[in-house]
């Protein structure tokens, strides 16, 4: 990772990307709500690499849970979406294979790091505020469909714009 004036604006204006899509971009289901938070940081971890990733998403998410008024989540999300970021974008750097298949293959990686991450932090989180066996037994669906949604809309989007906008790839390859 190289940090650059660009890498820097470029995170600074992903992240902020993130925790609005996060924060103001809502799909109300039964007693809680879906967000495009995923749909982002696929996005950015397949179209700006890992690294990226991990910034825009763990603090995307991170900035969106404290503006809610969830700040005792904040680290656990931070966590949870920023290695989801993270090895989306390194999964689909290291596989071999079609853009198609890499992004598959990071997608799975992701949905299981943030799945898993949010289903440890709140099993023994209860101390910090973080729910518990029981909140996270219950979150676990919740959490997978909206990783399945992300990866959904995310990979189509991410090969429509790299389609369009072929000098996208300039980024990634400066990380």
Do not use: C
Request: glycine content about 14%; hydrophobic content about 55%.
């Amino acid at each position: 990772m190289r940090t650059n004036p660009r890498f820097i604006a470029l995170a600074g204006v992903l992240t902020a990307l993130v925790m609005v899509v996060t924060r103001f971009v809502v799909v109300p289901v039964g007693q809680g709500f879906f967000n495009f938070s995923d749909v982002a940081i696929y996005f950015i971890a397949f179209a700006f690499g890992p690294w990226m990733g991990l910034i825009a998403g763990g603090l995307g998410t991170a900035l969106a849970d404290i503006s809610l008024g969830y700040a005792s989540f904040a680290p656990l999300t931070f966590l949870a979406h920023g290695l989801q970021g993270f090895l989306a974008g390194y999964l689909y750097d290291r596989v071999h294979g079609a853009p198609l298949n890499k992004m598959l293959v990071g997608w799975l990686g992701g949905t299981i790091a943030m799945a898993g991450i949010y289903f440890v932090g709140e099993f023994f989180g209860a101390a910090f505020g973080w729910g518990g066996p029981a909140q996270a037994t219950a979150e676990v669906v919740p959490n997978l469909l909206q990783n399945v949604g992300g990866g959904i809309v995310a990979i189509p989007l991410v090969i429509l714009v790299q389609r369009a906008y072929p000098p996208l790839a300039r980024f990634r390859a400066n990380e």
